[in-house]
């Protein structure tokens, strides 16, 4: 259970050729450097080696794949990978403006009601015979109010991100349900909802929810990692006060994140109705915990100012490595799933604490250094 | 706050100054007592206006029935008040409702005959087990409770499905004596009512008089400050999520009484509800201040609103849109009244300077 620090940093060469992995891995890959080497040095402590949680998410992604191949011999075939990959596809989409928000150290829980309602509204709507391209105009417009709505609250009335996300979790959900009612839609299409049974352009084992997230991904990465726009996101996070009298546009930044957050969940609301082709009451009820699951396990920090989107990337692999390999046994069942997801979300914040915590009372460079030896180890006996 | 003060030499400035601050507290005291005041005036036109466009609105079993329909809520709400004003949240209570309500009926099955204050120990005691998880993560792991509560609500709801299985709790395996709990009333008012109301004025009495319920508020004004002051943070943050899922698991009993037919999607998104109605009765959500009777009371009005929007015929898909939206009217509100009273403070405190 003590992996070889070394070892682990040559595993991160080898496993960037796998599919996500790899296209974003140029991307992400100096943000600890400077994310974490700026606070390093405020504290007097080393500059930690690079991509440590990373690293150890590396080494998760191998132990996953052997599990699942282990337990099933189904488990990397070519259905199977894609039967994964369309449903954590969504919600690793989901999780790229999630994991820009809480680098600025806010959050969204809306996100799965804002895909709710864009689905229940598409199936409305397609009920009431509106054509496909008005009612792709309608829907992502629709999203984009209800994210500029938290937005506003947030930045320009001041409120807290939590409250107002709770807040409009409840309303969005109940307009989705007032819209659609217990009504169903199934009718869809089948030249739409071919995005649940063909994989993109052709490629059997790769959905479109995993192709847009890979692009979407390195978008991302690269702005996070190469633009001013991207170190301002830390920088807010880090210290929004600083941040701010150093001229960078905190509201205006905050209010933008909350406003692409509603589209993207809005579109992956139209994507998702048509995977499973039919739209209905409470469809994606829980989205929000497992879209906050899959960005913490990535190592992006709750109170913000640290996170790379290859992290958040390896830990969707991780989860929809996961999740299949236990479906896969007969005994497991996605009611089950959520008791693991929960867990994973509860180690995802723990660990990097309990490693905080094994070292505290010893002076400030000690404790950072014991942190980094047992968050590289994953283990507390020796402190 | 004592704390505070007991370390300072009493020096006759220093008593000067704390006379001079009296001053703003009862600003804030009456800023507070008239925030709850609103509720009770928004309740009032409510019933009202309802009473007047329908007026069997008012009539003594619809009375009963609001009553009853709020004391689980008003219950849940006590709990998530504790641990909303140490400037936590706690988001797993309707999972313990859940989990709770399921267990406890579910003993009639299993254990014929079983006398039923045996069956709220038992919800008290899956309540109990649920909040000492949670405390234990949050005050000892240090970990937002948010994150921790968010996969406790989805962790308890997956072993309540689990234990239920396919299976569910139906009205005819339970005793009378058990559903009539919910039923029974004195002069009109509920028993259930009436019980949820004392164990409110315990929780306001206890909030107000001890230390340890005083200490609940500084630790959500300042967490800081409240460490350096000696508050144990974590031991009172332990205990509030303790008795946040103790009284989620006895509120599971009530819910069992009110509802009969338990399957493991019961008391689904309650936790909503809660935070809803806590915040609408004016309980900051970054702690620090607001009262269990102010809690109760936006209980009161969130019930009272969908049996309202019932009774004028509204359908009851809009219950959820109208507990959200409420929820984001009160903190706009409360944000509003806060920079006031702020703006209000700094310039009595300036004045007193001068």
């Not at chain 1, 369309?86 to 919600?91: C, K, R, W, Y």
């Not at chain 2, 698991?249 to 999607?265: F, H």
């Not at chain 2, 609408?280 to 049996?307: C, D, Y």
Request: hydrophobic fraction near 55%.
């Amino acid at each position: 259970m003590a992996p070889d620090p070394t070892r682990a940093a040559g595993t991160t060469g080898t496993a960037g050729t796998t599919g996500t992995a790899g296209a974003t891995g140029a991307a992400g890959a100096g943000d600890p450097a400077g994310g974490r080497g700026w606070r390093a040095r405020l504290a007097g402590g080393r500059l930690e080696p690079l991509l440590r949680w990373e690293s150890a998410l590396v080494i998760a992604v191998v132990a996953v794949a052997l599990l699942g191949t282990s337990i099933s011999s189904q488990f990397l075939s070519s259905y199977n990978v894609f039967t994964a990959c369309t449903g954590v596809g969504d919600l690793a989409i989901m999780a790229l403006p999630m994991t820009l928000i809480i680098i600025t150290g806010e959050i969204d829980l809306s996100v799965a009601s804002i895909l709710a309602l864009s689905a229940e509204l598409l199936g409305d709507l397609w009920l009431h015979h509106w054509s496909m391209g008005v009612i792709f105009v309608v829907v992502l417009a629709v999203g984009t109010l209800a994210g500029a709505i938290n937005g506003l609250l947030i930045t320009r009335v001041g409120l807290p991100s939590l409250a107002v996300t709770i807040g409009t979790l409840t309303l969005y959900r109940g307009l989705a349900n007032v819209i659609l009612g217990p009504a169903s839609v199934s009718n869809f299409p089948t030249s739409y909802t071919a995005v649940g049974v063909n994989g993109f352009l052709g490629i059997s084992w790769l959905s479109w929810s995993v192709a847009i997230f890979i692009v979407l991904a390195i978008v991302a990465g690269v702005m996070l990692r190469m633009t001013s726009l991207g170190r301002s996101l830390y920088a807010i996070g880090l210290n929004e006060e600083a941040a701010f009298h150093s001229g960078i546009r905190v509201k205006r930044i905050k209010l933008s994140l909350y406003v692409l957050s509603g589209l993207v969940c809005s579109a992956v609301g139209i994507l998702y109705a048509f995977e499973l082709s039919s739209a209905t009451e409470n469809i994606g009820i829980g989205f929000e915990l497992q879209v906050v699951t899959i960005v913490l396990l990535g190592g992006v920090s709750i109170f913000g100012g640290r996170g790379t989107i290859l992290g958040v990337a390896l830990a969707a692999l991780i989860y929809a490595g996961l999740r299949s390999a236990l479906l896969l046994t007969s005994s497991f069942n996605e009611n089950d799933f959520e008791v693991v997801s929960g867990g994973l979300l509860i180690l995802s914040v723990l660990v990097p604490n309990a490693a905080a915590f094994a070292g505290r009372g010893r002076e400030l460079f000690a404790r950072r250094r014991a942190r980094g030896r047992l968050r590289a180890a994953g283990v507390s006996d020796d402190a | 706050m004592s704390a505070a003060t007991g370390m300072t030499p009493a020096s006759g400035a220093e008593a000067e100054d704390a006379g001079a601050l009296a001053n703003p507290r009862t600003l804030v005291d009456f800023v507070l007592r008239a925030r709850t005041f609103g509720i009770v005036v928004i309740l009032a036109l409510l019933v009202v206006v309802t009473a007047l466009i329908q007026p069997s609105f008012l009539s003594a079993s619809n009375i009963r029935f609001v009553l009853s329909e709020t004391a689980v809520y008003a219950l849940v709400a006590i709990g998530e008040t504790l641990v909303v004003l140490t400037r936590n949240v706690d988001l797993s209570v309707g999972s313990v409702v859940g989990l709770s309500a399921y267990v406890s009926a579910n003993m009639f099955q299993t254990h014929h005959g079983i006398a039923i204050p045996v069956v709220f120990l038992v919800g008290l005691g899956v309540g109990l087990a649920c909040g000492l998880v949670t405390g234990l993560i949050t005050a000892v792991g240090r970990v937002p409770s948010l994150v921790v509560t968010l996969a406790m609500l989805y962790i308890i709801r997956g072993v309540d499905t689990i234990i239920v299985g396919s299976g569910q709790v139906v009205a005819n395996s339970l005793p009378n004596s058990f559903i009539n709990i919910f039923h029974a009333s004195v002069l009109g008012i509920p028993d259930l009512a009436i019980a949820v109301a004392v164990a409110v004025a315990i929780a306001a009495y206890y909030l107000k008089s001890y230390r340890s319920g005083r200490d609940l508020y500084a630790i959500g004004s300042d967490p800081e400050a409240a460490r350096l002051a000696g508050i144990p943070i974590a031991k009172r943050v332990f205990i509030a999520f303790v008795l946040s899922g103790s009284i989620a698991g006895l509120a599971g009993v009530v819910w069992a009484t009110q509802y009969n037919t338990i399957d493991a999607t019961a008391a689904n998104g309650l936790e909503l509800q809660i935070i809803a109605a806590v915040v609408v009765g004016g309980v900051a959500i970054f702690g620090g201040s607001g009262s269990v009777v102010g809690a109760a009371l936006g209980a009161l009005l969130l019930q009272t609103i969908n049996v309202a929007l019932n009774v004028l015929g509204v359908p009851s898909l809009w219950t959820e849109a109208i507990a959200g939206f409420l929820l984001l009217v009160a903190i706009t509100i409360d944000r509003g009244i806060q920079l006031r009273l702020a703006a209000a403070l700094r310039k009595r405190r300036s004045h007193l300077g001068a």
